[in-house]
């Protein structure tokens, strides 16, 4: 093979095979290469044996060489964008006695579906599940002088525990610890059920993590129901709640000498048994490495009733859930073959008819990816081997420039999510599809009137410099997708050279956050799902990473601006020109809110919301209550209206999340929980946790 031949494309295909997939937030994620989204790729089927499962495993480890395992695994609760908070005006079963009128909820997706979290409350009571003893006995053994390293010789008993703590909160007077449960994790509050996700007292060696449900009838006395432990194998990658129900979604690492049947987890000593009959896969073999199941748990006895399983790709799994079905995605990529031999029929000038008609009868042998790729390779370089010196050297450079803008007007031939929709009616896959690109988590997903819409970012995967020529751009798309998972509308090339930060579907808007050194807002017109468009653009300083609406004409921003934590106050009431009207630079290098949404509080009554740092707990209001707006003689414009003001800073170590109770807030952190006045910002109550 002569030196230099085709340098420029065999850096490239080599790369193809080798290199693994980064995100710009991640480790190293396993490379996956596979047959391009045609109209095989979105077809289900169920597996019909162990046997079946194995020529599946084997076909799908032809298109890349080295495929296995290791992904990094970026959960459906990597969250980085925000929802509305929703608030209860009454709790059935209370009684009409002492009730209070306004309970905030956990922060989530869609109204109505609930999400787990380490706070949860009924209006009445408090659960928060932290790690008060591990803070309380790392502060106490800092005081006594005790390294880090030195803690294993401390006693079993004076170890770090976790534990949920069940607080008495309302009426105020009587602020106390009520009760605690020696388990740590998410909760889910169903009425008088509370459910812990616990990683508590993992035995590594048989069984992982458990769920426990427990009957806090009597906050005093909670008394556990049942069980649920699962497999050591077996991780939870998210949940809902939702009408007494716990939609439960997990993931199994594929055992590729026994891939099936399998046993995810057991109730009360129960197994729920998989059967390779019950697994289903994409028609077209597509590399995978896990099986995630989905199941209905009953809140009150955790009785397992539906259950469905599909093959997938662990690195990039993302779960969103409408008030209809269940979406889950996979990451796959186009094959590298059909992508290089489209780059010599799309430059015929540089090559011979013959070279042509063999690489593409090339492309319908049933080798593996890496044999095409050779053939593809000897045929060129042997045709190259016909020219002189000079004439090969001019090839190469010409080859590598070709190659550049080749990738960048094809890379979405290469990067795909594969996604699933699971109908919550009769808990079967109802039908799956693919976009190009990667999505950043769940809040990339909405569905609206039926319709699916997608936000990814296509040259996450790729990050290929064809040697010094530069590399294939990033850039981002929104897709619509009707209810089959078919592509109806798109908006492309958002952002080029940027990644999505954040994203936020509201009915029929998208609001989209990009980011490499400026934070590109996007304003997407999704009214027309034949016909989304871009609709206005706003270049800032910083990103916003949480995006919250507001009201029907404003959005929230949290994110940086340089180290600092960067607020922005959005007007969208012009579609067309979307305006920062307001920013606050926090004293803050970090917030929780970032990569959690949970942890962020709107109170729509007092205009105000909350965020923790690592100082402190942080209320901001967002409208100007000014006196002479008020006036009905004065009209005061929207850029009088709303301003951010920092209402109220608490200084209080290890600040976790917030809540409200009629108008008192509860600010809660591992130490101790601060109760503030709405009306006037004052502290009127403490209650020391450790």
Same mark, same amino acid.
């Given at each position: 093979? /002569?030196? =230099? &031949?085709?340098?420029?494309? *065999?850096?490239?295909?080599? *790369?193809?095979?080798? !290199?693994?997939?980064v995100d710009y937030d991640s480790p190293v994620v396993t490379n996956i290469l596979s047959k391009p989204a045609g109209? #095989?790729?979105?077809?289900?089927?169920?597996f019909s044996s162990e046997q079946d499962f194995k020529n599946y495993l084997d076909e799908s480890s032809k298109l890349v060489e080295g495929y296995g395992g290791g992904f990094n695994m970026r959960a459906a609760n990597q969250l980085g964008s925000p929802s509305f908070m929703m608030e209860k005006s009454a709790i059935d079963g209370m009684g009409a006695g002492g009730a209070p009128e306004r309970? %905030?909820?956990?922060? &989530? +997706?869609?109204?109505? !579906?609930?999400?787990?979290d380490i706070v949860k409350t009924n209006g009445k009571e408090i659960y928060f599940s932290g790690w008060q003893r591990y803070y309380s006995i790392m502060r106490n053994n800092a005081d006594r002088g005790i390294s880090f390293n030195e803690q294993s010789k401390?006693?079993?008993?004076? +170890? @770090? +525990?976790?534990?949920?703590?069940?607080?008495?909160?309302?009426? *105020?007077?009587g602020l106390k610890v009520e009760s605690e449960i020696d388990k740590q994790g998410d909760l889910l509050l169903d009425e008088k059920k509370l459910v812990i996700f616990s990683n508590s007292n993992i035995n590594y060696s048989q069984l992982g993590q458990e769920i426990i449900g427990y009957d806090v009838s009597d906050p005093e006395s909670p008394e556990k129901k049942w069980t649920v432990k699962l497999d050591k194998n077996t991780s939870v990658i998210t949940s809902r709640l939702r009408g007494g129900k716990i939609y439960?979604?997990?993931?199994n690492i594929i055992n590729s000498s026994r891939p099936c049947p399998f046993e995810p987890l057991f109730t009360d000593g129960t197994a729920l048994n998989i059967q390779c009959a019950d697994i289903y896969h994409p028609i077209a073999p597509t590399p995978v490495d896990a099986i995630f199941t989905a199941m209905t748990l009953d809140s009150s006895t955790g009785e397992i009733k539906n259950s469905v399983s599909f093959v997938g790709s662990s690195g990039s799994s993302i779960i969103y859930m409408s008030e209809n079905a269940i979406y889950a995605t996979y990451a796959f990529s186009g094959s590298v073959a059909e992508f290089f031999g489209g780059f010599v029929k799309e430059n015929e000038d540089i090559f011979s008819a013959e070279i042509i008609a063999k690489i593409k009868k090339l492309e319908s042998y049933d080798i593996s990816e890496n044999s095409k790729l050779q053939e593809i390779t000897m045929l060129i370089e042997k045709y190259n081997n016909l020219f002189d010196n000079d004439e090969r050297l001019k090839r190469e450079n010409e080859m590598a420039n070709r190659m550049s803008a080749y990738y960048k007007k094809? #890379?979405?031939?290469?990067?795909?999510?594969?996604?699933?929709?699971?109908?919550?009616?009769?808990? +079967? !896959?109802? %039908?799956?599809? /693919? &976009? @190009? =690109?990667?999505? *950043?988590?769940?809040?990339a997903m909405d569905e609206y009137q039926g319709n699916l819409r997608v936000a990814t970012t296509v040259g996450l995967r790729w990050g290929i410099d064809f040697d010094g020529m530069g590399s294939g751009e990033t850039a981002s798309d929104v897709y619509v997708l009707d209810k089959n998972l078919q592509t109806i509308g798109q908006v492309l090339d958002l952002g080029k050279t940027e990644r999505i930060y954040s994203a936020r579907f509201i009915e029929d808007k998208g609001y989209i956050v990009t980011f490499r050194q400026t934070d590109p807002f996007f304003v997407l017109d999704l009214a027309n799902p034949a016909n989304p468009v871009l609709a206005g653009e706003l270049k800032i300083p910083g990103y916003s990473s949480y995006l919250h609406p507001l009201d029907a004409t404003h959005i929230l921003g949290i994110g940086m601006e340089g180290s600092q934590v960067k607020i922005s106050l959005f007007d969208v009431s012009d579609k067309n020109n979307p305006m920062e009207i307001d920013k606050y630079l926090l004293d803050e290098y970090w917030s929780e809110v970032s990569n959690n949404y949970h942890a962020f509080l709107l109170d729509k009554k007092h205009n105000i919301f909350f965020l923790p740092g690592s100082k402190g707990g942080y209320v901001f209001s967002y409208m100007y209550n000014s006196p002479e707006c008020a006036k009905e003689t004065v009209k005061c414009s929207r850029y009088e209206l709303y301003k951010l003001k920092l209402k109220k800073a608490v200084e209080q170590n290890f600040v976790k999340r917030a809540i409200y109770i009629n108008d008192y807030l509860y600010i809660i952190g591992e130490d101790?929980?601060? &109760?503030?006045n709405e009306t006037d910002w004052e502290k009127i109550s403490e209650l020391e946790l450790l």
């Open positions: 093979m /002569a030196a =230099g &031949v085709l340098l420029a494309i *065999l850096i490239f295909v080599v *790369l193809m095979i080798k !290199i693994s997939c109209e #095989n790729i979105s077809d289900m089927e169920k309970i %905030s909820e956990t922060n &989530v +997706q869609v109204a109505g !579906i609930d999400e787990p401390i006693a079993p008993e004076d +170890q @770090p +525990q976790e534990k949920t703590n069940i607080i008495s909160a309302f009426p *105020l007077a439960l979604i997990t993931k094809h #890379n979405r031939d290469l990067e795909k999510t594969g996604i699933v929709k699971i109908a919550l009616e009769n808990f +079967q !896959i109802e %039908s799956s599809g /693919a &976009v @190009p =690109g990667n999505l *950043l988590n769940n809040f101790k929980i601060t &109760v503030l």
